[in-house]
């Protein structure tokens, strides 16, 4: 299995570390890499040598959102391609959040926008200390949309609304309070706190596990395609405000939007 933005790399055990191959982005969500995520969410999901993903980030950041040629394009583009390109990563979530193996998230560094919808997929995540987050959607007039199914049911409403809307940026430590990490460690105890996460599922039945993670995800909140179609609407609909317009121009200007105090 090749991708144009991923490296896979499965040991003898079936674990495969899946990195985000745009260290010079830093792992910025472009079109080729949610297609590549979603592609490889099936690829290993059909599987059967493996038995865990480990999901990471090449370089010293996670993910830091939105890739900015992806959305200069989003700023010309009419309302059923932005449907349509909001669509592709809503699907490439959608697909982690089912994988019907453990999704243990490695947080190698930090993580902003649609990274935080990344995070929020994995069954469990380990990140680093002194890295930062943020649910940064907000700064250019849009809302952390296609990600909010996950965030949701990952966060819960309450510690969700904390950090949801204010673009805020936040540590690791709060990463743990608010229930998107499980541990957060510092760099060199990182590969030792993934490796303590994976080795349980070694000694599992994969079909169980499988069904166990199918089980859990019937019983929590609604995420289906009426959800999804809605979340992507949604985002559709704010890319069409004169904030967003505004916020995004200010952005790639390097000025402060005029909404700004």
């Given at each position: 299995?090749?991708?144009?933005?991923?490296?896979?790399?499965?040991?003898?055990?079936?674990?495969?570390?899946l990195?985000?191959?745009?260290?010079?982005?830093?792992?910025?969500?472009?079109?080729?890499?949610?297609?590549?995520?979603?592609q490889?969410?099936?690829?290993?999901?059909?599987?059967?040598?493996?038995?865990?993903?480990?999901?990471t980030g090449?370089?010293?950041?996670?993910?830091?959102?939105?890739?900015?040629?992806?959305?200069?394009?989003?700023?010309?583009?009419?309302?059923?391609?932005?449907?349509?390109?909001?669509?592709?990563?809503?699907?490439?979530?959608?697909?982690?959040?089912?994988?019907?193996?453990?999704?243990?998230?490695?947080?190698?560094?930090?993580?902003?926008?649609?990274?935080?919808?990344?995070?929020?997929?994995?069954?469990?995540?380990?990140?680093?200390?002194?890295?930062?987050?943020?649910?940064?959607?907000?700064?250019?007039?849009?809302?952390?949309?296609?990600?909010?199914?996950?965030?949701l049911?990952?966060?819960?409403?309450?510690?969700?609304?904390?950090?949801?809307?204010?673009?805020?940026?936040?540590?690791?430590?709060?990463?743990?309070?608010?229930?998107?990490?499980?541990?957060?460690?510092?760099?060199?105890?990182?590969?030792?706190?993934?490796?303590?996460?994976?080795?349980?599922?070694?000694?599992?039945?994969?079909?169980?596990?499988?069904?166990?993670?199918?089980?859990?995800?019937?019983?929590?909140?609604?995420?289906?395609?009426?959800?999804?179609?809605?979340?992507?609407?949604r985002?559709?609909?704010?890319?069409?405000?004169?904030?967003?317009?505004?916020?995004?121009?200010?952005?790639?200007?390097?000025?402060?939007?005029?909404?700004?105090?």
């Amino acid at each position: 299995m090749a991708y144009e933005t991923l490296l896979l790399e499965v040991d003898a055990r079936g674990v495969a570390t899946l990195t985000m191959n745009r260290p010079e982005a830093h792992n910025a969500m472009s079109k080729a890499l949610i297609t590549d995520l979603q592609q490889a969410a099936a690829d290993l999901g059909a599987d059967d040598k493996v038995r865990v993903v480990v999901l990471t980030g090449a370089g010293r950041s996670f993910s830091a959102g939105g890739d900015l040629r992806w959305m200069q394009a989003q700023m010309a583009a009419d309302r059923e391609t932005r449907m349509r390109e909001a669509g592709g990563l809503a699907k490439a979530l959608q697909a982690l959040n089912t994988l019907p193996k453990p999704l243990i998230g490695r947080i190698n560094g930090q993580a902003f926008g649609g990274g935080m919808g990344l995070i929020s997929v994995c069954d469990v995540a380990i990140g680093v200390t002194g890295a930062k987050f943020g649910f940064t959607e907000t700064r250019l007039g849009l809302i952390p949309a296609t990600i909010s199914p996950y965030v949701l049911a990952r966060m819960g409403e309450a510690m969700a609304r904390r950090v949801f809307m204010s673009a805020r940026l936040f540590g690791a430590e709060e990463a743990v309070t608010l229930g998107l990490l499980a541990q957060a460690v510092e760099a060199d105890a990182l590969d030792a706190a993934v490796e303590a996460e994976v080795a349980p599922y070694l000694g599992v039945s994969p079909q169980a596990v499988a069904a166990s993670k199918a089980l859990a995800r019937s019983q929590g909140p609604r995420i289906d395609e009426d959800l999804i179609a809605d979340t992507v609407r949604r985002l559709a609909n704010t890319w069409e405000t004169r904030d967003a317009q505004e916020g995004i121009a200010a952005f790639f200007d390097k000025r402060k939007p005029d909404w700004t105090v």
